[in-house]
């Protein structure tokens, strides 16, 4: 029985155990307004491999999740802010790239379908008045200036209600952000300026190990092993020496925990800048000889960050190959929630990736992975099911993140 049948099976004996789970750890934590993660499937073991706070592809979730999204926006703006009419959708800056046009256009319409007034919106000002970018499918959106009025945000003419941001916050935007008390979710202070990822496998780890002795299954088959690799340089041959070592002690503790959990495959690590995003500064390794040993090529990869800073922190993350798929080529199901709902998934799928790779680069394609269909029957779609749990559990660490950070969740009910 593959691990996904294994799991999917455990969640239906104890389905009210771990819906009682589930909202008990809900208790007291306030909420980012949407997430996803991408999950890696190696038929004998389930994890996420990165979580995100500011979802980049609402387009690329299946139609039937973007029209239950609608009333999922819906309720939780109306759950958790008193009258929130006028929005603004705080977008990437980006101008030259039409896929991510299409995911703001995809959350501009979901939010207007739910009843609301959503303008995107940069801090800066064009020469027009507005931008209209193109998108990947055809159409178009128009970019309006915002600005600060005292303490509040102005758009087209409009106070905003509400600052919804799909801009990660690579970079600072402290001028914008100073003494603001529009609220903005998912909080500024959640942005990759000021987040590192190990915060969060480490509390994903935790709760995974909670839920796995819910269920009955052996916590490893679920969790990501990860560790945190400090003062890294590049540049510096004796810091490459270090994270050299580093990997080989690493992937030693990860064979010793794979004898007890029945995972067969030789152990691998991925490599990653821990304030990343967008697949930058990501590699793999097998030893730390593969470290000592990079070309320049890899070099350059490790130096690239979103936004052109350095990368001063890593993650040493175990790799997991990904095995699902439709058509013969390697897959991962990334699964997007808005609130602690699940609204939406998709497998990504690439034909010039293998398994073990990353497939969060140009040339993927998204095929049809719908959380829909939990509503019409959960016992005939254990797929989604075993997902959906992985970012459930997932969405909780990254709320149990954003309550030890500290990150200012004003006007939040």
């Not at 029957?377 to 992985?390: A, C, D, H, K, T």
Request: charge should be negative.
């Amino acid at each position: 029985m593959s691990i996904h049948d294994q799991v999917h099976t455990k969640i239906l004996k104890s389905k009210s155990d771990v819906d009682d789970w589930f909202k008990e750890k809900r208790v007291g934590l306030k909420f980012p307004l949407y997430s996803s993660f991408d999950i890696r499937d190696s038929g004998c073991k389930i994890a996420p491999v990165d979580a995100n706070l500011y979802p980049a592809g609402f387009n690329n979730i299946c139609l039937t999740d973007q029209d239950s999204a609608v009333d999922l926006m819906k309720t939780f703006l109306t759950d958790h802010y008193e009258d929130v009419k006028t929005v603004m959708l705080f977008t990437e800056e980006h101008t030259g790239n039409p896929y991510y046009a299409d995911n703001a256009r995809a959350i501009k319409t979901i939010l207007e379908r739910a009843g609301f007034d959503a303008q995107i919106a940069w801090p800066r000002k064009f020469e027009s008045g507005s931008l209209t970018l193109e998108t990947a499918s055809g159409a178009t959106i128009d970019v309006q200036e915002a600005h600060r009025e005292g303490a509040g945000v102005m758009v087209n003419g409009k106070a905003i209600d509400l600052v919804i941001s799909n801009n990660d916050f690579t970079q600072k935007y402290d001028e914008f952000m100073e003494g603001l008390e529009t609220p903005v979710n998912p909080p500024y202070q959640l942005g990759w300026h000021n987040r590192r990822k190990d915060k969060f496998f480490t509390l994903y780890n935790e709760l995974v190990g909670e839920f796995s002795q819910l269920i009955g299954l052996t916590p490893c088959l679920l969790r990501i092993f990860t560790e945190t690799h400090n003062d890294f340089d590049i540049n510096d041959e004796e810091s490459r020496k270090k994270l050299a070592l580093h990997v080989d002690e690493f992937l030693d503790r990860i064979r010793g925990n794979y004898s007890h959990c029945s995972v067969q495959y030789e152990p691998y690590v991925y490599i990653k800048n821990s304030a990343g995003t967008y697949g930058l500064g990501v590699t793999t390794a097998r030893s730390g000889k593969d470290v000592e040993e990079w070309n320049n090529k890899t070099r350059k990869k490790m130096k690239a960050a979103k936004g052109g800073g350095g990368i001063q922190q890593v993650i040493l993350q175990e790799g997991v190959p990904t095995e699902v798929s439709e058509s013969g080529n390697a897959a991962e199901p990334v699964i997007y929630m808005l609130g602690c709902q699940l609204a939406g998934g998709f497998l990504r799928t690439h034909d010039k990736k293998g398994a073990t790779e990353s497939l969060n680069s140009p040339g993927a394609v998204y095929k049809r992975l719908c959380v829909s269909d939990l509503n019409v029957s959960v016992e005939g779609n254990p797929l989604e099911n075993v997902y959906g749990w992985i970012a459930k559990i997932g969405f909780l660490a990254l709320a149990r993140e954003a309550r030890e950070m500290n990150a200012d969740f004003s006007t939040y009910r």
